[in-house]
């Protein structure tokens, strides 16, 4: 016990966080294979923490990404709490390190993945036990900003034709039709001009290197009549 608690006290610092019950930190990081009854190990806490990363993640996507819409969020999500995800961020905390496991586990070059995964889901369920749920969102978003910003960048710069076509099915009942309108310049250097039609309304044409980027670009002003997507937002 006292070496689980001293292992424990090392998880503490390098988590960032600091327990007022250490014990549900040393549950968390209990695995079934080192426990004589699974509900001395860490799986209850999994399910707790998984439960947990999905509210903060979709909250925090739903105040900063207002203008997407469902099917955009849900990828972003999907990405964030994956078990790639959470294994990769469970590795970075050297977690792996501070697990306890089974002495058939013990003898393998390294924990699975999953189980890194898995402790990171528990490390949070508990730390949501001990703090709450302020503590659990600030432990969350301290561990996932760098996936926000990077899918904030991409969502805006890539998935216009997406967004204006979940727009257009759900509110207008129409599926957004692109017309080539007009290219220029040589072969090796055109321009393509490309409008967008949805139903019988016309949307701005837009111009790019390529006709899947004058497609985005429309779309991307399309979204903007339709104002979905501020007039200011950086084309």
């Known amino acids: 016990m006292a070496k689980s608690l001293s292992t424990a006290q090392l998880c503490e610092k390098a988590i960032g966080y600091k327990f007022k019950d250490i014990n549900l930190l040393v549950l968390a990081l209990h695995h079934a294979s080192a426990a004589d009854n699974r509900l001395d190990s860490n799986e209850r806490m999994e399910f707790l923490g998984d439960s947990v990363l999905g509210l903060v993640v979709c909250h925090e996507l739903y105040k900063r990404f ?131 039609l949805i139903g019988h309304q016309r949307f701005g044409s837009a111009w790019g290197p390529s006709k899947k980027d004058a497609e985005q670009m429309a779309a991307f002003h399309a979204l903007q009549e339709l104002e979905q997507l501020p007039q200011n937002v950086n084309e």
């Open 66 to 196: 207002p203008h997407y819409l469902e099917g955009e969020l849900t990828k972003i999500k999907s990405m964030i709490v994956s078990r790639k995800t959470c294994g990769r961020i469970g590795q970075k905390l050297q977690l792996e390190s501070f697990l306890k496991v089974g002495k058939g586990m013990s003898s393998q070059a390294s924990v699975p993945d999953s189980c890194v995964s898995a402790a990171f889901e528990s490390v949070i369920g508990a730390i949501y036990i001990d703090g709450g749920d302020k503590a659990a969102r600030k432990f969350i978003l301290a561990q996932i900003a760098d996936l926000l910003d990077n899918a904030d960048a991409s969502e805006h710069q890539e998935n216009y034709k997406s967004m204006l076509q979940q727009y257009a099915q759900r509110y207008l009942d129409a599926t957004p039709n692109y017309e080539m309108l007009d290219e220029k310049g040589p072969d090796h250097s055109k321009c393509f001009e490309v409008g967008v």
